[in-house]
């Protein structure tokens, strides 16, 4: 990296101004002329048919403007793998709170307290409130209409069963003969809720046309357009969706929650809409992290060499499809983690329930199974005496070994990873870590990955009149500094100043396609178009160029400050200025460079692995990651306290330093909620614990104020300047690396999760550890 590269720089935020001096405007901060307001009925049932609506006193109240049935509602479905959802409920209800009836009145108070006045009249009908009891004998079945269904993938499914998936490589049977020591263990993770900081809203718009634009808190545009429209029977090109400022999604936000209703309050009242969900609305009817029961079933040599394992995951997807196949999909290409394990089966059921829809949340179904199989590896170090850290390193994956499935690796940064973690914690010291009186204190470790490259994106960069640049890539930045990550790589491509790039905000109307701002793909992904797309511009600038300064394209280069020139003259160039004004007015047209791109690298190779009812069918670019932790329990009490923590990741390049660590900070706090406090409670059929009193998640005072992150670069060949995604693989591993250093201070290894303090000391009381 040269002293001007921006590269590697860890640079302010391009909108830290904005949120700091509280200019940033988020969904419920816009007003538009003649406003009404939103509030929704939610159903007080887990599973019943609507029999019939009552709505004419909501109608008649002050302020009220327009009511809305399933009856108002088309007989259209939306969803990202299975089209099973309507924008509201319509003839039946499947969870507690989902919407059955809209209200769009002069004030939120005044159609908060409509909404009281609706009555509807239900017939309700068993609920399947667990998983084993979707699957048992006879149960109830929750969507009747599942075979006629569309589905984007080859899905297996039928009666309860969402989706079924299957991944295998060797043959695991011989894989049993050939194992000295075979260990298996059941675990289960609780369901997690995003908490982002913004709560789920939108604000729809009718124009003269009767064209609406919707802008709403979300992390894909085009997610947005596509599935309000699949679900209203719209024609796409009718809606014009836009972002403002976005207060974090974690996954929350990727696919559809109230927007489609909102947009037809608007289009049915005539008026624009806003309806920001409450924090107890936003945890009653949205989405949450998936709870899984994971069986894992490890074979290995008695050197540690692993030879064999076998996955099973149950899970829970609630309600609706939404993103769950691909959740189920993708932890189940990563249940083999970073190793070389030649004989593998991994598979799992997903099924319907009458809870709130599951769908994706930060790690995507990883930290669920890695806190089965980064545990289960611990437990066979100890089996065998060998050091945990040692076994993970004999048999991690090497530059020239393939992920599960048979895909190449472009880069792999994981050894070096566990060598970081390793010297940083003083692992070999540990036996010498001193427990204050009453405590008992140990080290944790385990080792992950994650994905960065998958489907879609584009970008357009503008080369403006007077040299400066126009970027606009339709990637939402919900507070992860996408829009700074992105700039800094487009004007380093151009060696132009950070100030001399402006980013667009996502626009569908005037952006490129992008999938959508998850699956740790927009630095890898966006940025490699972002970076084609500057490439393109350079090559205008050089034709220009070349022709002003009499000499050949190649013989021309980029200077730092926005200047073209010739290679080894001193002087002898142009500034971009009087290029872009010659493209402008005289000759060529305006310089703009395009590029849009598609992940195609295929997940399985057929020679080597079968798959059955894989949603993904193309995704890859692996980042590389090793976890210490430093705990200490209360023999009294079994609280867990986590003192010290060394995060490592193999970023491939860091564009951002600041950022990278940053994510890396944010996602292990996340994570120690997942492993120690997290857990969304149901009494019954109704979500107990749906307020910040009631569920609680880690601050300040819990995260370890020493937290150290570590960058390994370990360039990808295509990455743009080699980087690969950070976003999500720092949260995998928390829950599994705590548990291991809980395991090893008290001999008492917890399969469940979260680790409370009333699990951790019963554990310690059976096991007689506490005394």
């Given at each position: 990296?040269?002293?001007?590269?921006?590269?590697g720089?860890?640079?302010?935020?391009?909108?830290?101004?904005?949120?700091?001096?509280?200019?940033?405007?988020?969904?419920?901060?816009?007003?538009?002329?003649?406003?009404?307001?939103?509030?929704?009925?939610?159903?007080?049932?887990?599973?019943?048919?609507?029999?019939?609506?009552?709505?004419?006193?909501?109608?008649?109240?002050?302020?009220?403007?327009?009511?809305?049935?399933?009856?108002?509602?088309?007989?259209?479905?939306?969803?990202?793998?299975?089209?099973?959802?309507?924008?509201i409920?319509?003839g039946?209800?499947?969870?507690?709170?989902?919407?059955?009836?809209?209200?769009?009145?002069?004030t939120e108070?005044?159609?908060?307290?409509?909404?009281?006045?609706v009555?509807?009249?239900?017939?309700?009908l068993?609920?399947?409130l667990?998983?084993e009891?979707?699957?048992?004998?006879?149960?109830?079945?929750?969507h009747?209409?599942?075979?006629?269904?569309f589905?984007?993938?080859?899905?297996?499914?039928?009666?309860?069963?969402?989706?079924?998936t299957e991944l295998?490589?060797?043959?695991?049977?011989?894989?049993?003969?050939?194992?000295?020591?075979?260990?298996?263990?059941?675990?289960?993770?609780?369901p997690?809720?995003?908490?982002s900081?913004?709560?789920?809203?939108?604000?729809?718009?009718?124009?003269?046309?009767?064209?609406?634009?919707?802008?709403?808190?979300?992390?894909?545009?085009?997610r947005?357009?596509?599935?309000v429209?699949?679900?209203?029977?719209?024609?796409?090109?009718?809606?014009r969706?836009?972002?403002?400022?976005?207060?974090?999604?974690?996954g929350?936000?990727?696919e559809?929650?109230?927007?489609?209703i909102?947009?037809?309050?608007?289009?049915?009242?005539?008026?624009p809409?806003k309806?920001?969900?409450?924090?107890?609305?936003?945890?009653?009817?949205?989405?949450?992290?998936?709870?899984?029961?994971?069986?894992?079933?490890?074979?290995?040599?008695?050197?540690?060499?692993?030879?064999a394992?076998?996955?099973?995951?149950?899970?829970?997807?609630?309600?609706?499809?939404?993103?769950?196949?691909?959740?189920?999909?993708?932890?189940?290409?990563?249940?083999?983690?970073?190793?070389?394990?030649?004989?593998?089966?991994?598979?799992?059921?997903?099924?319907?329930?009458?809870?709130?829809r599951?769908?994706?949340?930060?790690?995507?179904?990883?930290?669920?199974?890695?806190?089965?199989?980064?545990?289960?590896?611990?437990?066979i170090a100890?089996?065998?005496?060998?050091?945990?850290?040692?076994?993970?390193?004999?048999?991690?994956?090497?530059?020239?070994?393939?992920?599960?499935?048979?895909?190449?690796?472009?880069?792999?940064?994981?050894?070096?990873?566990?060598?970081?973690?390793?010297?940083?914690?003083?692992?070999?010291?540990?036996a010498?870590?001193?427990?204050?009186?009453?405590?008992?204190?140990?080290?944790g470790?385990?080792?992950?990955a994650?994905?960065?490259?998958?489907?879609?994106?584009?970008?357009?960069?503008r080369l403006l009149?007077?040299?400066?640049?126009?970027?606009?890539?339709?990637?939402?930045d919900?507070?992860?500094?996408?829009?700074?990550?992105?700039?800094?790589?487009?004007?380093?491509?151009?060696?132009?100043p950070?100030?001399?790039?402006?980013i667009?905000?996502?626009?569908?109307?005037?952006?490129?396609?992008?999938?959508?701002?998850?699956?740790?793909?927009v630095?890898?992904?966006?940025?490699?178009?972002?970076?084609?797309?500057?490439?393109?511009?350079e090559?205008?600038?050089?034709?220009?160029?070349?022709?002003?300064?009499?000499?050949?394209?190649?013989?021309?280069?980029?200077?730092?400050?926005?200047?073209?020139?010739?290679k080894?003259?001193?002087?002898?160039?142009?500034?971009?200025?009087?290029?872009?004004?010659?493209?402008?007015?005289?000759?060529?047209?305006p310089?703009i460079?395009t590029n849009?791109?598609?992940f195609d690298?295929?997940t399985?190779?057929?020679?080597?692995?079968?798959?059955?009812?894989?949603?993904?069918?193309?995704?890859?670019?692996?980042s590389?990651?090793?976890?210490?932790?430093?705990?200490e329990?209360?023999?009294?009490?079994?609280?867990?306290?986590?003192?010290?923590?060394?995060?490592?990741?193999?970023?491939?390049?860091?564009?951002?330093?600041g950022?990278?660590?940053g994510?890396?900070?944010?996602?292990f706090?996340?994570?120690?909620?997942?492993?120690?406090v997290?857990?969304?409670?149901?009494?019954?059929?109704?979500?107990?614990?749906?307020?910040?009193?009631?569920?609680?998640?880690?601050?300040?005072?819990?995260?370890p104020?020493e937290?150290?992150?570590?960058?390994?670069?370990?360039p990808d060949?295509?990455?743009?300047?080699?980087?690969?995604?950070?976003?999500?693989?720092?949260?995998?591993?928390?829950?599994?690396?705590?548990?291991?250093?809980?395991?090893?201070?008290?001999?008492?290894?917890?399969?469940?999760?979260?680790?409370t303090?009333?699990?951790?000391?019963?554990?310690?009381?059976?096991?007689g550890a506490?005394?």
């Amino acid at each position: 990296m040269s002293d001007q590269s921006l590269i590697g720089r860890s640079l302010p935020r391009v909108e830290i101004r904005e949120k700091l001096t509280g200019r940033a405007q988020y969904i419920a901060d816009l007003y538009r002329p003649g406003m009404l307001h939103g509030a929704l009925v939610g159903s007080p049932h887990p599973h019943a048919r609507i029999v019939s609506y009552d709505v004419r006193a909501a109608r008649a109240a002050p302020g009220v403007r327009c009511v809305l049935t399933g009856e108002d509602f088309g007989d259209h479905r939306m969803g990202a793998f299975i089209k099973d959802e309507h924008a509201i409920a319509k003839g039946k209800v499947r969870y507690v709170g989902e919407p059955v009836v809209a209200i769009a009145a002069e004030t939120e108070a005044q159609a908060r307290a409509a909404a009281l006045l609706v009555e509807v009249r239900y017939e309700e009908l068993p609920a399947i409130l667990a998983p084993e009891d979707a699957l048992a004998p006879g149960a109830a079945i929750i969507h009747e209409e599942l075979a006629s269904y569309f589905k984007v993938f080859e899905a297996v499914c039928g009666g309860n069963v969402c989706s079924s998936t299957e991944l295998a490589e060797g043959d695991l049977e011989r894989g049993w003969r050939e194992s000295d020591l075979v260990v298996e263990h059941e675990y289960r993770t609780a369901p997690q809720a995003h908490v982002s900081l913004e709560p789920c809203g939108a604000l729809a718009e009718v124009d003269a046309a009767g064209r609406v634009t919707l802008w709403s808190a979300n992390q894909s545009v085009f997610r947005v357009q596509a599935s309000v429209c699949e679900s209203l029977g719209l024609p796409m090109s009718r809606l014009r969706c836009l972002t403002p400022r976005v207060g974090a999604g974690f996954g929350n936000k990727m696919e559809a929650h109230i927007q489609p209703i909102v947009v037809k309050l608007a289009l049915a009242a005539g008026r624009p809409v806003k309806l920001v969900l409450s924090r107890e609305e936003d945890f009653e009817i949205v989405r949450a992290r998936h709870p899984f029961k994971v069986r894992v079933k490890t074979g290995v040599k008695k050197d540690g060499t692993f030879v064999a394992r076998d996955v099973e995951v149950l899970a829970d997807g609630g309600a609706y499809a939404d993103d769950s196949p691909g959740v189920l999909g993708y932890s189940l290409l990563m249940a083999r983690g970073p190793y070389r394990i030649p004989h593998t089966r991994c598979r799992g059921t997903l099924v319907y329930t009458n809870k709130l829809r599951f769908g994706a949340f930060r790690g995507f179904g990883n930290p669920q199974v890695s806190f089965g199989t980064e545990t289960q590896i611990d437990e066979i170090a100890a089996r065998l005496g060998i050091d945990p850290v040692a076994i993970r390193r004999k048999n991690a994956l090497g530059p020239d070994d393939r992920w599960f499935g048979g895909q190449q690796l472009g880069s792999n940064g994981l050894a070096e990873c566990i060598e970081v973690a390793e010297r940083e914690s003083k692992w070999k010291d540990r036996a010498q870590l001193a427990a204050a009186p009453g405590k008992r204190r140990a080290l944790g470790f385990a080792c992950t990955a994650h994905i960065s490259g998958l489907l879609g994106t584009g970008a357009i960069v503008r080369l403006l009149e007077d040299g400066s640049v126009v970027l606009n890539t339709g990637a939402v930045d919900i507070g992860q500094g996408s829009d700074t990550i992105l700039t800094q790589i487009c004007a380093d491509a151009l060696k132009i100043p950070l100030d001399r790039v402006s980013i667009a905000s996502p626009d569908t109307d005037g952006s490129p396609y992008n999938w959508g701002t998850t699956a740790s793909r927009v630095t890898y992904t966006t940025g490699r178009a972002v970076f084609a797309a500057a490439r393109e511009v350079e090559r205008q600038i050089k034709t220009h160029a070349a022709e002003l300064l009499e000499c050949a394209e190649a013989d021309l280069e980029l200077r730092p400050g926005g200047v073209v020139g010739i290679k080894g003259v001193p002087g002898k160039e142009l500034p971009f200025l009087a290029i872009s004004a010659r493209a402008h007015w005289r000759k060529g047209g305006p310089i703009i460079g395009t590029n849009s791109w598609v992940f195609d690298q295929p997940t399985v190779d057929p020679k080597r692995a079968v798959a059955v009812g894989l949603p993904f069918p193309q995704i890859g670019v692996y980042s590389f990651g090793a976890l210490c932790v430093d705990v200490e329990i209360d023999e009294t009490t079994g609280q867990i306290e986590v003192r010290r923590a060394w995060t490592v990741a193999d970023v491939g390049r860091a564009i951002n330093r600041g950022s990278v660590e940053g994510q890396l900070e944010g996602a292990f706090a996340q994570g120690l909620g997942f492993a120690l406090v997290e857990e969304m409670v149901w009494n019954g059929p109704r979500l107990a614990n749906p307020t910040l009193m009631d569920y609680k998640v880690p601050t300040s005072r819990e995260v370890p104020y020493e937290l150290h992150s570590y960058i390994v670069e370990s360039p990808d060949p295509d990455g743009p300047f080699g980087a690969k995604g950070v976003g999500e693989i720092g949260i995998n591993v928390v829950a599994a690396a705590i548990a291991n250093a809980v395991a090893a201070a008290t001999g008492v290894r917890l399969r469940q999760l979260p680790m409370t303090p009333e699990r951790v000391l019963r554990g310690m009381l059976a096991a007689g550890a506490s005394g």
